[in-house]
Nanobody, 116 residues
Framework: QVQLVQSGGGLVQPGGSLRLSCAPS????????MGWYRQAPGKQREMVAT???????FYGDSVKGRFTISRDSAKNTAYLQMNSLKSDDTAIYYC??????????WGQGTQVTVSS
């Protein structure tokens, strides 16, 4: 069973930057969309950013202009560059991938804490 393995995250001061990565533990076929979601304590999971196989990107309103999603299609790896981080960005971040074959995968989640 292929899993998505996340790396990056941690503690950063307001205004700082972090980079998250998400790679499959095995081979994935026909990957369509890759994305990042987050869930803060007491809140619902929300979409942060997605990128499809054509390179089209979509961002949540709260992160536009600060976060950048990218992907390495040869490795089926997704990245999330987070700049100008705010305390409101504190959450557990999850990567997600779906395929043209109807399969969907979630990463294990990684904590991002923005605090001075």
């Amino acid at each position: 069973q292929v899993q998505l393995v996340q790396s990056g995250g941690g503690l950063v001061q307001p205004g700082g930057s972090l980079r998250l990565s998400c790679a499959p533990s095995g081979t994935l076929f026909s990957v369509h969309t890759m994305g990042w979601y987050r869930q803060a304590p007491g809140k619902q999971r929300e979409m942060v950013a997605t990128i499809d196989n054509s390179g089209n990107t979509f961002y949540g309103d709260s992160v536009k202009g600060r976060f950048t999603i990218s992907r390495d299609s040869a490795k089926n790896t997704a990245y999330l560059q987070m700049n100008s981080l705010k305390s409101d960005d504190t959450a557990i971040y999850y990567c997600h991938t779906d395929t043209f074959l109807g399969r969907a995968y979630w990463g294990q989640g990684t904590q991002v804490t923005v605090s001075s």
